[in-house]
């Protein structure tokens, strides 16, 4: 009889531990799949801190949960934005920053104390969903040793989070617009020759064998800003009845963002790999910028994240026309303006909120508001080119040692562009650094604009369309 009792209990346990297995691996896969479905649906913000004026990241943080968006993505792995991150509901994506993918794609114990310190000390609790090894990589200085580590970092991160049991971090690498040879029609579509075997084929064939996302950058405002009288504006912003028929495929376009999503399927496709699925790292629409970046307002910037937005989170899912019904996880460029950004104006005005958490324009990051239950934005002048000359000068507020050093900067490489003023040349007077300063800028900037040189010396000058000279010293200016 005590047999029979003891085998009873010993069917109970196993029937009990192995029931509990089963509700463990069901549980398990219900969270996967219901992460699966929940990323594409979150709108992401990309929280950039390259500004002298930013909130912390406390008050940032609030401010991501202010505008309801369901994802944020930062530049870096910061321990503090990433211990508040666990006080919240968000889903995190981490970067690993461009200068360290070399260590981390040739030494697996690098990359495991890379694991170990920016996430195993905040996952699970603070919802990390992705880690992407580097940002637009062929624009870094090194690109050669950097593109040849992307992906074994990528590997050997993955190695390192399987070893920690985390699956449900995908691992991939942002990259841009300029990774594509050809994008138009989007059937012609082609990765550059220079990348397609050494870069985009081991990063397709890692991306396929994790079942990860391809991540791209894509700004439809730089596209259009191009050729903006012989491209619909409306095209751009998702709005209106202006369509691009692919003359190859037949397939039907009615928005610039689709034509540019789908030439990545396109060339992924051409490499063997049409079923990887794909994510927008960035993309957004500039609400100022420099008077020659036609179309850069606060209008036009709110018109396409609201449309953005809508598109994105529609149920069912809209996808492209070359992948009708697909999720595509989306995150806006940016949370705030970043006054320290370089390059053209535009750089630094992505931001949806000013630094006092302000909106510069109102926008519902779950798309549920209508397009129409927004306040009305003042009308923009710059929706076509301006024409005219167009100067460069310090702005306001620039010390004198800061004046000195762009005297400096612009006077340094020409002799040509401070030759004016030389002591008894006609801009020598009045002899202030201010004076002095100011012609050096627009003259250097009027002889190598264009050679790419852009009207911001390290945040000392901006452009002006009203003349800085006087009937003796005639400033240089670039004719628009």
């Known amino acids: 009889m005590s047999l029979l009792v003891f085998f009873l209990f010993t069917i109970l346990v196993f029937s009990s531990s192995c ?6 691996q069901h549980q398990q896969r219900y969270m996967q799949r219901k992460i699966t479905l929940d990323l594409p649906s979150k709108i992401g913000i990309n929280y ?54 070399t260590s981390l794609g040739t030494n697996q114990t690098t990359a495991e104390n890379w694991v170990q310190t920016n996430i195993i000390p905040y996952y699970p609790q603070t ?4 880690v992407l090894v580097g940002n637009e990589l062929l624009s870094v200085q090194d690109r050669r040793n950097t593109t040849a580590n992307v992906v074994p970092a990528m590997r ?39 990348i397609a075997e050494p870069l985009m084929l081991p ?19 730089f596209r259009w800003s191009r050729n903006p009288m012989n491209m619909s504006l409306d095209y751009a912003l998702f709005q209106g009845n202006s369509t691009y028929t692919d003359p190859q495929t037949g397939l039907v376009y009615r928005n610039l963002l689709d034509q540019m999503l789908d030439s990545v399927i396109f060339a992924m496709t051409k490499l063997g790999y049409p079923h990887i699925r794909i994510a927008i790292s960035e993309t957004g629409w500039p609400n100022s910028g420099d008077i020659d970046e036609t179309g850069a307002n606060i209008l036009n910037a709110a018109t396409y994240n609201r449309n953005l937005i809508k598109k994105m989170t529609a149920i069912p899912p809209i996808g492209t026309p070359a992948r009708p019904g697909l999720a ?27 630094p006092d958490g302000t909106p510069i324009y109102d926008i519902d990051f779950t798309g549920q508001k209508p397009l129409t239950g927004f306040n009305p934005l003042p ?78 010396f390290n ?5 002006t369309t009203i003349n800085p000279g006087n009937d003796r010293c005639k400033f240089p200016g670039v004719t628009l």
């Open 328 to 354: 595509i996880p989306t995150f806006v460029s940016s949370l705030f303006d970043e006054n320290q950004k370089t390059g053209s104006g535009t750089q630094r005005h992505y931001g949806i909120l000013h």
């Open 156 to 194: 050997k991160i993955v190695t390192s989070l399987r070893a920690h049991g985390i699956h449900n971090i995908k691992v991939g690498t942002a990259l841009d617009m300029d990774s594509l040879r050809s994008t138009f029609p989007p059937s012609n579509s082609t990765f550059r020759e220079d």
């Open 379 to 456: 009308k923009p002048t710059n929706n076509v080119p301006y024409k005219g000359i167009v100067w460069c000068v310090p702005v306001e507020g620039a010390s004198e040692a800061q004046l000195e050093e762009a005297l400096r900067m612009a006077c340094g490489r020409s002799n040509t562009t401070c030759a004016a003023l030389s002591p008894g040349r006609e801009c020598y007077e009045p002899v202030s650094v201010y004076w002095h300063a100011s012609y050096a800028v627009s003259s250097y900037w009027a002889e190598f604009r264009t050679e790419n040189v852009r009207c911001y």
């Open 19 to 24: 029931c509990s297995a089963t509700r463990f």
């Open 127 to 130: 919802q990390i969903r992705f």
């Open 48 to 101: 950039g801190r390259q500004g002298n004026n930013l909130p912390s990241p406390y008050q940032s943080i609030n401010f991501i949960k202010s505008i309801k968006a369901g994802h944020v993505k930062l530049y870096d792995a910061d321990p503090e934005s990433l211990t508040l991150l666990s006080q919240t509901n968000l889903y995190v994506t981490i970067t690993v920053p461009n200068h360290l993918i």
């Open 459 to 463: 945040g000392l000058a901006r452009m």
């Open 203 to 221: 990063l397709l064939k890692f991306l396929n064998g994790t079942n990860s996302y391809f991540f791209i950058n894509l700004q439809p405002y």
